[in-house]
């Protein structure tokens, strides 16, 4: 499987919307689970938010629930992340993932099999 960051990242000011994307490619789609996950300087990659590629389960960290979307178009074979009411604190390199683990283990970095390249995404005014 590859997964590989196609467009959206860039600079935002605050309050602002971006939507990331990745387009995934490979056997066996349907059964991996989609992440995406945000890395800042000095620490460990964090779960953002995860979807099951062939469809029905979903979850997102706490701290984007309500402003943040994950969704995937299969026709295309990509995942999005639409992101809304961007915060200073969203100011990371975001990376989309490959998981086959189980559903209470996709917020661990671990579990991800592949990674695309990451794409940074800055907020500030």
């Known amino acids: 499987l590859m997964c590989s960051c196609r467009r959206g990242g860039g600079l935002v000011q605050p309050g602002g919307s971006l939507k990331l994307s990745c387009l995934v490619s490979?056997?066996?789609?349907?059964?991996?689970?989609m992440g995406w996950f945000r890395q800042t300087p000095g620490k460990e990659r964090e779960f953002v938010a995860v979807?099951?590629?062939?469809?029905?389960?979903?979850y997102y960290t706490e701290s984007v629930k309500g402003r943040f979307t994950i969704s995937r178009d299969k026709a295309k074979n990509t995942l999005y992340l639409q992101m809304n009411t961007l915060k200073p604190e969203d100011t990371a390199v975001y990376y989309c993932?490959?998981?086959?683990?189980?559903?209470?283990?996709?917020?661990?970095?671990?579990?991800?099999?592949?990674w695309g390249q990451g794409t940074l995404v800055t907020v500030s005014s």
């Open positions: 993932g490959a998981s086959l683990g189980a559903w209470s283990t996709l917020h661990d970095q671990n579990m991800y099999r592949y």
């Open positions: 490979g056997e066996r789609i349907n059964d991996y689970k």
């Open positions: 979807i099951r590629w062939s469809g029905g389960h979903l």
